[in-house]
């Protein structure tokens, strides 16, 4: 599958890590393979996370990796997912991923899930009988919505789905089963000529898109919907959030009508796939001028500087993946902050990071 001597897998666009880690063990691509009569693949009963690790002057730096896995541990805490997983062996299994991948820059995908014991197999919905498994892989994932999408914005629609309740599937859990709901938006809108859908909670307010959180720009204000509208609580819109306030950017946590999407100056997505990318049309009406406003702009020329490694993170977001060359820009001229992890056996354990995406910073 992988050509001779070479680290990576090349088919069509992505370029694949030929290894994955798996509960502590890094084996090889192919061998990372499950029993079609898994509980997940018939329950939905996975959580996951989606991390980028970009290219820097400094090599490969993971963005936001502890605010991750962090997620990736509440998730797995409201599925009652007993793994015994740290933070910080996840971290560093990351980073050593990413080491062995040779990979500049990529996406990380970790994943845990209810597999199947084939010694006394269980196949019921009751899921405790079967066994977690691990596995956290990486390859090079492009822009998501297109590279054009980034400058020049998409077209997208409302959703005729609704985002889940709060009660029937928490969206702040960030599980394989909520990406039912999440393809059922998405397809509806492709097969409509959008390249992406926004679903309303169940009350009718804005939620987000299939994969990716909202932003409303109106009179130089940001807002952007609560958690209380069944978002996810993501760490890129925190990261826009924290950047606004260093920008002096007016941001605000609000629920939001349908109609002031298409009355708003400016839209734009956020997320660890689609980046920050501008929306110029919902439903086929024309947002503001119809492209990237200047607000959206400045934002993702912030966040796409941090992640380059070229300007001040409001914190410590980034890890380095190569130990010799961990350094980044300090705050307010200050000595370069080492911030790389490396191998399992040089892990030494630090308090785990609670990550409080609720409001962040938020009035
Ligand atoms: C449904 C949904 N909302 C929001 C996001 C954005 O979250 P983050 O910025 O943490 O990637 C994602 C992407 O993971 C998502 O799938």
């Known amino acids: 599958m992988f050509s001779k001597g070479d680290k990576t897998k090349d088919v069509a666009t992505p370029r694949i890590c030929d290894v994955v880690w798996h509960d502590g063990e890094f084996i090889a691509w192919n061998d990372a393979r499950v029993h ?38 509440n998730s797995a805490k409201i599925y009652r997912m007993d793994h015994g997983w740290t933070l910080d062996q996840l971290v560093d299994a990351s980073v050593e991923l990413v080491e062995r991948s040779g990979l500049e820059q990529c996406y990380i995908r970790p994943i845990l899930f209810r597999s199947l014991d084939e010694a006394r197999p269980a196949f019921g919905v009751n899921p405790f009988p079967n066994p ?24 997208v629609c409302v959703s005729t789905w609704n985002r889940l309740t709060p009660n029937s599937m928490p969206a702040m859990a960030k599980s394989g089963a909520n990406y039912m ?65 260093e920008l002096g950017i007016t941001v605000k946590e609000r629920s939001i009508q349908r109609a002031a999407l298409y009355v708003a100056d400016e839209l734009f997505f956020s997320g660890t796939a689609a980046e920050i990318t501008p929306i110029r049309s919902v439903d086929r009406i024309t947002v503001g001028a119809g492209g990237r406003g200047p607000v959206t702009e400045k934002i993702q020329k912030a966040f796409f500087q941090i992640t380059k490694g070229e300007r001040a993170a409001p914190g410590d977001w980034l890890t380095y993946v190569k130990k010799s060359q961990a350094a980044q820009p300090g705050r307010n001229g200050s000595q370069p902050e080492t911030s790389a992890t490396v191998s399992l056996s040089d892990h030494e354990p630090e308090p785990a990071m609670k990550f409080q995406a609720a409001g962040h910073g938020i009035e």
């Open 132 to 155: 977690l498994a691990c596995y956290i892989g990486a390859w090079d994932w492009g822009k998501y919505l297109g590279d054009e999408a980034i400058e020049k914005g998409v077209d």
């Open 36 to 73: 079609v009569m898994s509980h997940v693949l018939h329950y939905g009963s996975s959580i996951f996370e989606g991390i980028r690790c970009y290219a820097t002057k400094q090599g490969p730096a993971i963005f936001r990796l502890k605010e991750h896995m962090q997620r990736f541990l």
């Open 181 to 245: 709901n999440s393809q059922l938006i998405k397809m509806e809108a492709l097969l409509n000529g959008f390249a992406e859908g926004i679903a309303l909670d169940d009350r009718g307010y804005v939620s987000e898109g299939s994969g990716e959180n909202i932003f409303t720009v109106t009179n130089d204000t940001v807002l952007t919907p609560p958690l209380s509208s069944s978002i996810l609580a993501g760490i890129t819109r925190d990261s826009v959030i924290q950047i606004c306030h």
